[in-house]
């Protein structure tokens, strides 16, 4: 007997302005204007995608002690933002990155639960972590944390979150129309919570909302976050685009989730993906190599070496070789606030896989970093893509894929015009929104209410 056809989760990312996006190609749009995040928005619940993902940074990029001009972010608040498009959206999930780690769970329960009620049921919090001194200085609390104190914090600000969520229980909201009396649960949004991180009580003054918790994302790839997404997660990015490293993601994450007791349906994988299409395999590669050349210019190039290598690279030649001398491997004074962190584990071998790939293909600095940064996941004919992506999420090397368009707010047209028909034409991708909430949509299970304290009659 076959195995029956997985339905394909489809989600839209609006990049920031970075490498990621040609900012400068004349189709780009502004990155800060309502219109740009109402456009993407809506071509993508035109196509029935299950949500649209904003990533926020608490800090302007820095390297060398000077701002990374070559990709300001300028984003606005998030939640701004998503509130505004629940205004103009009506089944389209509304997913924002919110740091647990200079934030504290009462106001982010409260702008959440506040979200999910104004949207109807289609909430997402994807919860990170930060880990750089430099973010920290926007902080009182300042510093920054090590890894596992980072993920120690996001799992008790979660459950404290949870807490507060389940605080009320879902028929509280009585009163008198007359008097305006509240006739309600005096215990209503009680909550005390006591640990190392958070020492609060209170009363949390949103009543339950739709979903009864906004969705929860997560994104670490390590042992550590992949152990966090599997206890309490309902969705995990995932950076694995191909067959076999996204099996191998899929299938550790997924074999986690039965000691907390949990089902594989509770655990949606789902990549970050860009493509480039055209109306042919041939049109659309030699398309994406024009992009690639836009995306990483000789002064982006320069700074992803200045990334590995640890020094100042601001005369290197982009254009020639990669540098003859080794990478630093001392403390990481590329970009300030890191001292703890480095981005390459291994910055000698990487360099020396660097070198060799370089030699084996005749690559400058510039063609090396555009090799190695690569991002380009679907490049081909809408049919090709179509089969692409299906092919991948059969095989379990995925539950989906998030995409990253590299023009805003109109990149995702051409897709949604071209392969999402096709997706529906092999009965892998809806046709029809179902369900009314994003838990709905990812096929996740209803977030049953906390029980009521008993109560003792007086």
Known sequence: MSKPLKQIHLAAHFPGVNNTT??????????????SFAHLARTAERAKFDFLFLAEGLRLREQNGLIYDLDVVGRPDTFAVLAAL??????????????????????????FASLDHLSAGR?????????????????????????????????TFLETAWELFDSWHGD??????????????????????????????????????????PVIFQAGDSDEGREFAAAGADAIFSRYGTLAEGQAFYADVKGRLARHGRSRDHLVILPAATFVLGDTDAEAHELAHEIRLKQVSGQSAIKFLEQLWNRDLSAHDPDGPLPAIDPDPGENTVARGRASVRMYRDPIATARQWRE??????????????EVTGRQTFVGAPET??????????????????????????GLDAFADTVVPLLQERGVFRTEYEGSTLRDHLGLPEVPAAPRAAKVAS
């Open 86 to 111: 629940a205004a103009v959206t009506d089944r389209l999930g509304l997913a924002g990155t919110i740091n647990s780690t200079f934030n504290e769970p009462y106001e982010v329960a409260r702008q």
């Open 385 to 410: 893509v179509a089969t692409s992506i299906n092919d991948l999420v059969q095989a379990d090397a995925s539950d989906g894929f998030i995409l990253v368009p590299h023009i805003t707010p109109g």
């Open 172 to 213: 509280e909201i009585v009163a008198d129309r007359e008097s305006g009396v509240f006739l309600g649960d005096p215990e209503a949004g009680a909550f005390e919570h006591h640990d190392a991180h958070f020492d609060i009580s209170g009363r949390f003054n949103v009543p339950r909302s739709p979903q009864g918790r």
């Open 123 to 155: 909430a997402a919090w994807n919860v990170v972590t930060s880990w750089d001194a430099f973010t920290g200085e926007n902080f009182r609390r300042g510093g920054f944390l090590t890894p596992d104190q980072r993920y120690e914090r996001a799992r």
């Open 22 to 35: 040609v900012w400068s190609d004349p189709q780009a749009g502004s990155h800060v204007e309502f219109a």
């Open 357 to 370: 790939l370089a030699e084996a293909k005749q690559l400058s600095s510039r063609e090396l970093i555009i």
